[in-house]
């Protein structure tokens, strides 16, 4: 099939755009390059350098004329959004439409959004959090993802647009950037690989639910077929402390310093797992690598790139 990726040069992205590559799709990828890098994509992959909120999209879309489109292009910072909200929204919300708007013209058949679980219910009220949920982001990033979802899931109504919506939890593995507002394993690991101090923010008794990077690229690739007209949790339904993060890291790279502690971030929940039931019925995932396993292979490829 041809399938263009938003955000395709991004951590989840690039591993969702490999994922197609594996699977025999001719993969287009869409990205500013603003977070994303050109390194993270094999040469086989064609890269088009053009923002998500541009005029060129048209041009784009007009000459790929895609089956589907992976939507991954986001402001994907928490903090950020709460800095600067009206940004956050310009990209999330208005650079989402321009997308469905090309979409629609050049006849797409399906688009399988990139929504986040973690920061769109707020502290969920019962734990592991079921899509079901009252909906009550903390931060505008939770709320522009969500506007986002709605514009989606209205494109499938007015035009007939084919829709999956996969709200992941926390993602991590290989690829992603320590240095910028990325996840919390890619910062500490970085950091404990080469022996620097960590800070954690608050106590460290918060709760996130960590899914390794290389599900979350399946789960896309079976919403190509499947999982139609709905949101999808896509976690491994277990909170993990961040204090509980920092052991099992400290014996993954043998850091020896005790973290600090700082004040806790606005914008953040404190506990949250996600129960992923309804995509283990709707697209047939489950998570397959454990989070020792996917501790280790994200350590070994942080010591690779350290290199
Ligand atoms: N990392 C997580 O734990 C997590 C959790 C839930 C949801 N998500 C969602 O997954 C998606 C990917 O996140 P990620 O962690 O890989 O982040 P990322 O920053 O690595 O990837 C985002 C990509 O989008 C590109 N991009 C940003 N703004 C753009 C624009 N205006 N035009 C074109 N390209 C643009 C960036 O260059 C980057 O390649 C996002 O939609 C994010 O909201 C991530």
Known sequence: MDVLVTGGAGFIGSHVVDALVAGGHQVTVVDNLSTGKRANLSTEVTLMEVDLRSDDLDAVLQRVRPQAVFHLAAQASVPHSVADPAGDAEINVLGTINLLERCRSAGVRRV?????????????????????????????????????????????????????????????GPRQDPFGEAGVVSIFGQRMVNGEDIVVFGDGTQERDFVYVEDVARANLLALERGGGQALNIGCGVGTSVNDLVARLRQATGYEKEPTYTEPRAGDVYRIALDASRAGRELGWEPKVSLEEGLRRTVASIRDRSL
């Open 112 to 172: 399988v959004y990139s929504s986040t679980g973690g920061a769109l219910y707020g502290e969920p009220e019962q734990i592991p959090c079921t899509e079901g949920h009252a909906i009550r982001p903390l931060s505008p990033y939770g709320l522009s993802k969500y506007v986002a979802e709605r514009y989606v899931e209205m494109y499938g109504r007015l035009h007939g647009l084919e829709y999956a919506i996969l709200r992941y939890a926390n993602v991590y």
